[in-house]
């Protein structure tokens, strides 16, 4: 297709069409959530509602069904407290009491204090947004170019999976992997730090498939998660210790010559250097630091070094530690080493997101005009918010929930609460974060906007139709920050005239076509037409086994187990920051780690009271010798503390967690829980060794019964 019957294209999925098709139509769409699986759905509208969203079924991930979750995306949509105008705060920080104001009152509340805090110091605003829609359109494609126009400060979207994304560069040069569907034909699967079941469940269907078929697999996780229970074999590691792990298994490779040397020798760089350090590491030291036994290490390598194809499945539950980034590139190693890339079911993803041609010029960093404003981390908008000499004086939210998904609650609690402090939130419902709004905005739902999407758990991109109208007075981010850019640079005139670029002006449609390079290879053939035809379509990547002849995407296309521009070239082992053997755990001597359950999506289904029926009250799973030493029963309610705060959870006294290492499940809304805090109030702002991430499970806490 030509450029500008992409552009048609898209603009014709822009629209909302239903009202041409009287009677019950079926609408396509994406699911929006951050998660791997990147759904295709198709939603049911009758009469201008929506009454059934379900799976597509000719979408090969998605295969006609969708999780207990999103089939409730009607009810989470129609749910009586979505926001339903703009309002202003009439109460004290915090308390959530708000009065309806009009959108006209709203931009000019907002326009004015911007400009005024502008005029001072463009680098006191900053955005703050993260995967609540992981759409081009509704996500940075207009709110990025709102904020380089100004100059605000830039935000660093570290809360997830920039360590895993740091690793993946500096070892792979991308953000690319084998394609995860592929699993299907593997022999021998390793689930490393990832709980499909709960977290990837479409995938999980591709991973029983191959067990019918005999594969064998493994769970490499702290407890025994849903995924966990389901494997023939589960190695409970501590928290924290996959680095030595990883080379462990390198170790036995290599003492019983089960490398494949050619593989080395042709496609990769500096194995011997990493090979050296693993021979430091026996499966009898290595079992220490994880604290398992060396029997199971030794068998777990002599099956990794044994079968074929062999399918390690990353998730990003293994980068939220001190070493989270030498995780990733510890166990990405495994494959070259073995030479399982040379299958097409072998090898190891963490992300496919690199797959896509997708333009990080969407969201217009040249509108910066050369300046290059400060970045402030994301996973520590705690200390942010309190310190620093260049005090932040405006916050604009969207797509995230920080005060109940960040870590440090109190902390960043604290900065919210700051009366000189002018904050911005548009939000389907009046979260956490929505309490200290000064001005809460009514966002639309992906029912109601178009969109656009590639995925980090497939190689698809996907469109989103709008299937009904805006609810109430709603309206999408995208035309959100459209509009403030027209009232800003009203006020601003031409003391800021990137806000007057035609960038700020740009449809819907324009966004989305700016999102991807059109003309890549991975768009050849029928890639695009397919898309706009079923509005989902497989990229032409990924296929067969892309790096069993290398062509990884760093500089010499081999597979890069050091890197000497690092203070530590090699992947290290080292302890937590809260190291379950230091003087801290003399105090806390668990260890915490807080994953989501099944039917949350971070914060983001908080407030659905069908799915918080399913997924109970906020509980504790604890081993039963570290219950019993604490006179812990199930069913007690308990705090899960430490200096930093305390979470009152219900007590599940079960072997599924390990000795020494206790589970919350997150991310509940703080006031949805029956003390009023979450477990975001125990974990602490230290960063992970690259891509400074947070380290949510990273953490040390005592459980006590509540007397
Ligand atoms: N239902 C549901 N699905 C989701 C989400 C959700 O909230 N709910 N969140 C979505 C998002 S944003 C993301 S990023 C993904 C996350 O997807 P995953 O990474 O799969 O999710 P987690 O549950 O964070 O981590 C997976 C497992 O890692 C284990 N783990 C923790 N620490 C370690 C460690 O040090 N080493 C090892 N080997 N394992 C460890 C945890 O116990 C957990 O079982 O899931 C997405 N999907
Ligand atoms: N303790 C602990 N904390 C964690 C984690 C953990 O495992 N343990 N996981 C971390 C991870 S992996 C992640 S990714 C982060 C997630 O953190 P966030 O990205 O903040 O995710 P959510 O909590 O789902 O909040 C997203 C918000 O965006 C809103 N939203 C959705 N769509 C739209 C839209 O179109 N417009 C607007 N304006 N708003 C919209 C939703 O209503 C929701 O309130 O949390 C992190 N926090
Ligand atoms: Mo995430």
Request: aromatic share 8%.
């Given at each position: ?11 014709s999925?822009s ?13 396509q769409?994406?699911?929006p959530h951050d998660c791997p699986?990147t759904c295709?759905?198709?939603?049911h ?9 379900k799976?597509d079924?000719t979408?090969?991930?998605t ?8 089939s409730r995306?009607?009810?989470r949509?129609?749910?009586p407290?979505?926001l ?8 004290k ?19 004015e204090?911007?400009a005024e805090i ?14 609540g829609?992981?759409g081009?359109?509704?996500?940075e494609g207009?709110?990025?170019r ?12 570290t ?7 740091e690793?993946l560069r500096?070892?792979m040069?991308?953000s ?6 592929a699993?299907?034909?593997?022999k021998l ?9 709960t977290?990837?469940v479409h ?5 029983q498939?191959a067990k ?6 493994w769970?490499i ?8 229970e389901?494997c023939h074999?589960?190695l409970a590691?501590?928290p924290?210790t ?16 089960l490398?494949?040397q050619d593989?080395?020798d042709k ?9 050296s350090v ?5 499966p009898?030291?290595?079992?220490v630091?994880?604290?398992v036994?060396?029997?199971?290490i ?5 099956a ?12 990003y ?6 070493s989270?980034?030498?995780?990733v ?5 495994l ?9 097409a079911s072998?090898g ?14 969407v969201?217009r ?15 520590t908008i ?6 620093g ?6 916050l604009?939210?969207y797509?995230?929930?920080p005060v109940?998904?960040?870590?440090d609650?109190s902390?960043?609690?604290r ?5 000189d402090l002018?904050?911005v939130?548009?939000?389907?419902f009046?979260?956490d ?8 905005l009514?966002?639309?739902t ?9 995925a980090y758990?497939?190689v698809?991109?996907l ?5 009904i ?5 709603a309206?999408s981010n995208s035309?959100i920050f459209?509009?403030?850019a027209q ?7 031409n003391?800021c005239p990137a806000l007057?670029?035609p ?6 449609a324009e966004i ?5 390079e ?5 768009f ?16 032409n990547a ?10 990884f ?8 187990f050091?890197?000497d521009?690092l203070n ?12 379950w053997r230091?003087?801290?755990a003399?105090?806390?001597?668990l260890q ?24 109970g009250?906020?509980s504790v799973?604890?081993?039963?010798h570290?219950a019993a030493?604490?006179?812990i029963v ?7 503390f430490?200096?930093r705060g305390?979470?009152q959870?219900?007590a599940e006294?079960s072997?599924?967690a390990?000795?020494g290492?206790v589970?919350?499940?997150?991310v509940?809304w ?5 003390g009023?805090?979450?477990c ?6 230290a960063?992970?060794d690259?891509g ?5 499970y990273?953490c040390?806490v005592?459980v006590e019964?509540?007397?």
């Amino acid at each position: 297709m030509t450029a500008q019957e992409i552009r048609d294209a898209l603009d014709s999925w822009s629209r909302l069409n239903t009202a041409n098709h009287p009677g019950i139509s079926e609408v396509q769409a994406a699911c929006p959530h951050d998660c791997p699986d990147t759904c295709a759905m198709r939603v049911h509208v009758e009469g201008g509602r929506v009454v059934a969203v379900k799976g597509d079924p000719t979408h090969s991930l998605t295969a006609g069904t969708l999780c207990t979750k999103v089939s409730r995306y009607a009810e989470r949509t129609y749910h009586p407290d979505r926001l339903k105008t703009p309002m202003k705060r009439v109460g004290k920080k915090g308390e959530g009491k708000f009065a309806a104001i009009s959108w006209d009152e709203a931009y000019d509340a907002i326009s004015e204090r911007l400009a005024e805090i502008w005029r001072r110091d463009p680098q006191a605003i900053l955005p703050y947004s993260y995967a609540g829609t992981m759409g081009q359109v509704q996500g940075e494609g207009m709110a990025g170019r709102f904020f380089h126009a100004l100059g605000a400060s830039l935000l660093d979207r570290t809360i997830c999976s920039s360590a895993g994304g740091e690793g993946l560069r500096l070892s792979m040069g991308a953000s690319i992997g084998m394609d995860s569907e592929a699993i299907e034909g593997a022999k021998l699967i390793l689930l490393w730090g990832t709980n499909p079941v709960t977290s990837h469940v479409h995938l999980w269907a591709k991973i029983q498939k191959a067990k019918r078929a005999g594969a064998i697999l493994w769970a490499i996780d702290p407890y025994r998660s849903d995924s966990a229970e389901r494997c023939h074999h589960h190695l409970a590691l501590r928290p924290g210790t996959d680095v030595a792990l990883a080379y462990a298994i390198a170790h036995v490779l290599q003492r019983d010559g089960l490398l494949d040397q050619d593989y080395i020798d042709k496609y990769t760089k500096d194995a011997e250097r990493f090979l050296s350090v693993a021979a430091e590491w026996s499966p009898a030291r290595a079992a220490v630091w994880c604290d398992v036994t060396e029997a199971q290490i030794e068998a777990l390598a002599m099956a990794y070094g044994s079968t074929r194809p062999a399918a390690i499945r990353l998730n990003y539950g293994i980068q939220r530690h001190a070493s989270g980034g030498d995780a990733v590139r510890a166990v990405m190693a495994l494959p070259a080493l073995a030479g399982h890339w040379r299958d097409a079911s072998g090898g190891a993803v963490l992300s496919t997101s690199g797959w896509a041609p997708r333009c990080s010029g969407v969201s217009r960093p040249d509108l910066l005009g050369g300046c290059t404003p400060r970045m402030i981390n994301m996973s520590t908008i705690g200390d942010a918010l309190n310190t620093g000499d260049k005090p932040l004086q405006a916050l604009l939210v969207y797509n995230s929930n920080p005060v109940a998904v960040a870590p440090d609650s109190s902390a960043v609690r604290r900065g919210f609460a700051r009366e000189d402090l002018f904050t911005v939130v548009l939000e389907h419902f009046q979260t956490d974060t929505a309490d200290y709004a000064d001005i809460l905005l009514p966002a639309t739902t992906q029912l109601e906007h178009f969109d656009i999407h590639s995925a980090y758990g497939h190689v698809h991109v996907l469109l989103n139709r709008p299937a009904i109208a805006p609810l109430a007075q709603a309206r999408s981010n995208s035309r959100i920050f459209r509009e403030l850019a027209q009232r800003m640079a009203i006020r601003l005139g031409n003391s800021c005239p990137a806000l007057s670029d035609p960038a700020l002006a740009a449809s819907d449609a324009e966004i989305a076509y700016d999102a991807f390079e059109w003309m890549h290879p991975a768009f050849a053939d029928e890639v695009v037409p397919q898309l706009f035809a079923q509005g989902h379509t497989r990229l032409n990547a990924a296929q067969g086994a892309p790096f069993a002849e290398g062509g990884f995407r760093t500089d010499d296309a081999r597979f890069h187990f050091a890197d000497d521009a690092l203070n530590e070239s090699l992947p290290k082992v080292r302890p937590n920051h809260e190291d379950w053997r230091s003087s801290r755990a003399t105090r806390y001597p668990l260890q915490v780690i807080s994953p989501p359950p099944r039917h949350l999506l971070n914060s983001s289904f908080g407030n659905v009271a069908s799915l918080s029926a399913l997924n109970g009250p906020p509980s504790v799973l604890i081993h039963p010798h570290d219950a019993a030493a604490r006179g812990i029963v199930s069913g007690q309610a308990v705090r899960v503390f430490n200096d930093r705060g305390s979470h009152q959870v219900q007590a599940e006294v079960s072997d599924r967690a390990r000795l020494g290492v206790v589970v919350v499940f997150s991310v509940f809304w703080h006031k949805g829980t029956s003390g009023g805090d979450s477990c975001n109030v125990v974990t602490g702002q230290a960063l992970t060794d690259h891509g400074g991430g947070a380290t949510f499970y990273d953490c040390l806490v005592d459980v006590e019964v509540v007397t």
